[in-house]
């Protein structure tokens, strides 16, 4: 078995119109907020994602919810898998990409499992994305999906305390602006983040990774 090397998930940002699949950023480069993680050979652990070892806390926040409630982090949130991604709901194409990936994971589990599972889409544009527009946006995806939004700042400090960057970029010609975030995907098992999920993890090992994490939330384990 290979050894253990560690990775620094480092709010690396990527602009959407760039990259696919879970995790549109490469998660070991970047600057901001970092959190060590364990990258782990194929039969090293228990995740085709990265593992985060030791666990890193869900950070509390203030939010509103996309039916306009306000939400308290990590209390108000009722399922005790959770999926963390940063995006907008303008975004050309990586954000797409990745919540179609999540949707079609979770339609891969057992629906007692999937119910277990609260994927949680926060806005890296809380100027444009109300909680209407995220309501209507998640609807394409799967009405169970959790959009939050938020005070700029708030959502910012959230995003680099769990490695992700946010930050404005380039005015666009149709009058706009590109939004820069990170796209990976964290993973928590209650308030613990135990995984992240990088560019290019495949639907199948996502619904796989989603499977040991709702038996982790089971059992009190991680593993």
Same mark, same amino acid.
């Given at each position: 078995?290979?050894?253990?090397? @560690? !990775?620094?998930?480092?709010? +690396?940002? &990527? ?9 549109? %950023? /490469? $998660? #070991? ?75 079609? @994971? !979770?339609?891969?589990?057992? +629906?007692? &499992? ?9 806005? %890296? /544009? $809380? #100027? ?96």
């Amino acid at each position: 078995m290979l050894a253990a090397a @560690a !990775v620094l998930v480092a709010g +690396a940002v &990527a602009g959407c119109g760039s990259g696919s699949g879970p995790g549109g %950023s /490469d $998660p #070991a480069a970047g600057a901001g907020s970092a959190v060590v993680v364990e990258s782990r050979s194929d039969d090293g652990g228990p995740y085709a994602g990265i593992e985060v070892d030791p666990p890193f806390a869900l950070p509390p926040a203030a939010l509103t919810r996309d039916d306009g409630t306000r939400v308290q982090l990590p209390s108000d949130l009722d399922r005790p898998v959770r999926l963390f991604f940063f995006g907008y709901t303008r975004c050309p194409d990586i954000c797409s990409l990745v919540m179609a990936d999540l949707t079609l @994971a !979770v339609a891969r589990l057992p +629906a007692e &499992a999937a119910e277990q599972v609260q994927v949680v889409l926060v806005t %890296s /544009d $809380p #100027a444009r994305d109300t909680p209407v527009a995220l309501r209507a946006y998640l609807d394409r995806f799967d009405p169970g999906f959790t959009g939050l939004t938020g005070d700029l700042d708030t959502i910012t400090r959230v995003a680099e305390q769990m490695g992700v960057a946010v930050e404005d970029g380039p005015r666009l010609p149709s009058g706009g602006y590109e939004v820069r975030h990170g796209a990976q995907v964290t993973g928590f098992v209650g308030s613990d983040g135990v995984v992240v999920w990088p560019q290019g993890t495949s639907v199948d090992d996502l619904a796989g990774d989603l499977a040991r994490l709702v038996a982790a939330a089971g059992t009190g384990t991680r593993q």
